[in-house]
């Protein structure tokens, strides 16, 4: 049971990163990453766009790669992610007719999730589908979505496929500025209660945590979030933790706020994994003068890396 893994930093519980080609094809990277992480998310080349170049062709080699390194390093595999806003990156979405996008929704799920059944332990099934105007008490989704053209159902369709077709995968509604103070984490959770109010299979929601070191959530917030979801048979994964280090950039405040972050996660049972997105700010999607990450571009470590290693070896 690779769950059960420990790693280096004395966690019993999930940490990890996602990889790009950058990372593992750079050894001090993919040290790093094998040392300290017993999961893994591919960046991007799950995607959509990676995996489904056009109508009926899939091409997995890329996401099948990070498998492998998983794999070899005795690591989870993490799937991110099934839909998204896909006609961005997919302009051949835009063109289909609403019966043969509606085929081309299920023919996806099914065929994704068909070949990493046993790979993948959780799935990011839905990735950012609830509007950000929504309000605390409702939540409303992106119309403007290729996705939404199949039914305003189309979320609770999507959950219900990827059940069926690999009932032991976890599966988790995925999102940004979902863990702090504000309306779109309110309706979030509300959302989220109702899909689970419907029998809706999910497992689990991701907050994504892109945050800034003037605009993180606190402990106490994390934790009400946390027990929340919880109380509703939700369970919680940080995603994509980064710290944007505001100018004039202090290093060690970036370091405060991934304690907090960490901190909270570890210490409740029902934050069960928490992934970076990314390991250096050599590699990032973020302008690399934010700092975003765990290491600087030489792969020294920063507080962002040293208060995560405290935060973990405290509880
Ligand atoms: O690899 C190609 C390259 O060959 C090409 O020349 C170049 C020209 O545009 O594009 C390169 O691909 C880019 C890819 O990142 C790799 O750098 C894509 O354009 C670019 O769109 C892609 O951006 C990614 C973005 O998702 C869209 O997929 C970011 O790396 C990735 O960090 C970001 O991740 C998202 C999560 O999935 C969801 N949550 C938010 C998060 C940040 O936006």
């Known amino acids: 049971d690779a769950a059960a893994n420990t790693n280096k930093t004395g966690s019993p519980f999930l940490v990890g990163s ?15 990453m094998r040392g300290h992480m017993n999961v893994l998310v591919a960046e991007n080349d799950c995607k959509f766009y990676a995996v489904h ?24 595999f993490r799937g991110h992610n099934v839909l998204w806003k896909d006609v961005n990156y997919s302009p051949w979405l835009a063109n289909l007719d609403v019966p043969t996008l509606n085929a081309t929704f299920y023919d996806h799920i099914e ?35 290729v996705w939404y053209q199949t039914g305003a159902d189309w979320v609770e369709r999507a959950f219900r496929h990827a059940r069926s077709v690999d009932p032991s995968a976890k599966l988790f509604y995925n999102d940004y500025n979902i863990e702090n103070t504000n ?14 109010s419907r029998g809706v299979p999910i497992d689990g929601v991701g907050m994504q945590m ?3 070191t003037n605009w993180y959530p606190s402990a106490s917030r994390l934790a009400q979030l946390f027990t929340a979801y919880q109380n509703i ?8 933790l980064d710290i944007k280090c505001i100018a004039p950039c202090d ?14 996660c570890a210490e409740h ?35 962002f890396f040293t208060e995560m290693l405290a935060a973990l070896n405290s509880v």
């Open 18 to 32: 996602a990889i790009y080609p950058d990372c593992y094809n750079d050894w001090n990277c993919a040290q790093f």
């Open 111 to 145: 065929k994704v999730l068909t070949h990493y059944k046993s790979k993948a332990f959780a799935w990011d099934v839905v990735n950012e589908a609830v509007d950000d105007s929504s309000t605390a008490d409702n939540p409303i989704l992106r119309t403007d979505w």
């Open 183 to 196: 309306a779109k984490a309110d309706a979030v959770l509300k959302f989220i209660t109702d899909l689970k």
């Open 269 to 303: 049972d029902n934050c069960k994994a928490l992934l970076t997105w990314g390991i250096t700010d050599k590699y990032t999607w973020i302008d690399s003068t934010s700092k975003p990450l765990l290491l600087n571009e030489t792969y020294g470590a920063k507080p």
């Open 210 to 212: 892109h945050v800034q």
């Open 251 to 264: 290093l060690n405040a970036q370091g405060v706020a991934a304690r907090t972050i960490v901190q909270a």
């Open 233 to 240: 048979g939700v369970e919680v994964h940080i995603t994509e």
């Open 53 to 76: 170049p056009s109508k009926d062709v899939y091409n997995f080699a890329a996401c099948d790669k990070v498998v492998d390194v998983a794999t070899k390093n005795n690591q989870l």
